[in-house]
């Protein structure tokens, strides 16, 4: 399907793997430029070559922290005409209340929820300049399943989850469109990650983490393409009508 992108121009943060890099790749097969943020310019330089060779797309990077306002500021005046942000930068820690000690908290707080603020009100008025874009936040749906052994990602993600429908609720006035997803569980190394500190505080043993997909919907996570494809209709005119709106895709669980 022709999603109406060809000569976009869009930004992927947390770009170089997982739901970033599928996003990305679903953006690049759409004929998307991209330039692609991360922490780790080695990781990033490795997508851009794959991405570039794959779709022959123009592909850029930029290593960036962007729980830091000025790396975000240094990434606002790098990235020039904008047509799409897709925010998806930032994991937040596992625990209950007592588990996720504060500076933790904090600093993960700093990447995907102030982060995503911070960005998108430093390239809002750009698009907006524009009449025309779309910003797309990568959520997760914690934040509307309140996990208790996940309460600092359960209450970030919520927090996100009320940006974006309160952003996507006037945006139109702007041209512009808001809209949020929210993954369930995606088959990353976080996911593992996570299943591993499952498995140890349910099993007692972080080595049987496989045995936490089992009563998952379909008996597995959902595939990064999955969410990557949904994010590039969501962004696209075949959706121009949505925003202020978070689609859940957790396969039904």
């Known amino acids: 399907m022709d999603l109406g992108m060809q000569g976009w121009r869009a930004v992927v943060t947390g770009g170089s793997k997982g739901i970033g890099l599928a996003a990305a790749r679903a953006l690049a097969a759409e004929g998307c430029s991209l330039l692609l943020v991360a922490r780790d310019p080695a990781t990033l330089d490795a997508a851009a070559s794959t991405l570039r060779g794959e779709y022959q797309v123009a592909v850029q990077t930029l290593p960036a922290d962007l729980s830091r306002e000025e790396e975000v500021q240094r990434l606002a005046d790098a990235v020039g005409e904008l047509d799409l942000l897709v925010n998806n930068a930032g994991a937040i820690p596992p625990g209950t209340l007592q588990q996720v000690e504060n500076d933790r908290w904090r ?14 009100r430093a390239l ?130």
Do not use: C
């Not at 779309?134 to 990602?153: D, H, L, Q, R, S």
């Not at 496989?210 to 494809?229: L, S, Y």
């Open 107 to 120: 600093q993960a707080w700093d990447l995907k929820v102030f982060g995503f603020i911070s960005l998108t």
């Open 124 to 253: 809002y008025p750009r698009m907006a300049a524009r009449g025309r874009g779309v910003i797309v936040n990568v959520i997760g749906a914690a934040g509307e399943k309140f996990p208790t052994a996940y309460i600092a990602g359960a209450s970030g993600n919520a927090a996100l989850m009320a940006f974006t429908r309160a952003l996507g609720r006037g945006s139109h006035k702007d041209g512009l469109r808001v809209v949020g997803i929210n993954p369930g569980p995606v088959a990353t190394d976080r996911q593992t990650m996570l299943a591993r500190h499952w498995a140890e505080t349910t099993l007692g043993d972080a080595e049987r983490w496989q045995e936490m997909f089992q009563d998952m919907p379909f008996a597995r996570p959902a595939h990064p393409a999955e969410i990557g494809d949904a994010i590039a209709f969501l962004a696209s005119p075949r959706s121009g009508y949505t925003s202020g709106t978070v689609l859940t895709i957790d396969g039904g669980g």
